[in-house]
């Protein structure tokens, strides 16, 4: 009898110091993803990645350092108070006060993804969902949330709470006047979530400047958002992109 295929999803059922490890990898790589297609601005934006045994602590990129350049060695370890556990550079405030509530609020969830990508910025100002005009777009067909309020830069908690309550169960949301965030059960997945969103965004943006679009009826988008919107999916959509960068850029994964 042949050997079962290995999982496409990679399992660590006892070894908590090898998925810490490959969580704070993907993450690393997931930054220069961001950096490479230009999702950063300034020192806003951030992605983070539970840690696999303190599960109220998150890695999450230091304050002030480019996506460009970060690498594994690089990553911070942030604790539930917002205190840095591990790691010599601060943490970003809206990090803490955004991604604490998400993971607080969400216990499936391994990682989130924010940043002031132009297209979700732009479609942000718009305060209303993303609508399920093409293929791609049904991922988020009655997956994402909208949180319509603007409380200026997200230092506070309770800011947090309302990202995190607008966010819901889905996979992603639009903050109104601020850009997208998404969650994945993996750092893959909510990478490859942000990226195509932001350009659902953009393809949206561009149809309504073209004219009205159609959008697809919405059996169609459910049943297309079941075949794309799973976080196996997510996950198995990012691999192209993880490959290209660390083909490119394998110096992310340095220790």
């Known amino acids: 009898m042949s050997e079962p295929p290995e999982p496409l999803w990679p399992v660590f059922d006892r070894s908590p110091e090898d998925e810490r490890l490959h969580r704070k990898q993907r ?3 997931a930054f220069r993803i961001f950096g490479r297609l230009g ?4 020192v806003a934006g951030h992605i983070t990645a539970r840690d696999p045994e303190r599960l109220d602590h998150f890695w999450v990129n230091p304050f002030g350092m480019s996506f460009k350049q970060i690498r594994v060695r690089d990553l911070i370890l942030v604790n ?3 205190e840095v556990v591990e790691g010599s550079w601060p943490v970003n405030q809206a990090a803490f006060a955004i991604h604490s509530a998400i993971h607080e609020a969400r216990p499936d969830v391994v990682a989130a993804a924010h940043s002031h990508s132009v297209y979700g910025k732009a479609f942000s100002s718009l305060h209303r ?3 399920p005009l093409t293929q791609d777009a049904c991922i988020f067909f009655e997956d994402h949330g909208l949180d319509t309020e603007y409380g200026g830069v997200a230092n506070d908690v309770q800011e947090g709470k309302r990202i ?3 966010l ?3 996979k992603a949301a639009v903050l109104a006047n601020h850009g997208l965030v998404t969650v994945g059960q993996s750092v893959d997945e909510a990478t490859f979530w942000f990226a195509t969103m932001e350009r659902t965004c953009q393809a949206q943006l561009l149809a309504e400047s073209a004219g009205t679009p159609k959008p697809i009826p919405d059996d169609v988008a459910s ?3 079941a075949q794309l919107g799973t976080p196996l999916a997510g996950w198995f959509s990012a691999q192209p992109l993880f490959s290209w960068i660390l083909a490119e850029q394998p110096d992310c994964l340095e220790e």
């Open 168 to 170: 819901g169960g889905h």
């Open 164 to 166: 995190a309550t607008a």
């Open 27 to 29: 993450l690393a790589a």
């Open 129 to 131: 969902p993303v609508l």
């Open 39 to 42: 999702f950063d601005e300034g």
């Open 80 to 82: 539930h108070r917002g």
């Open 223 to 225: 049943a297309t958002h």
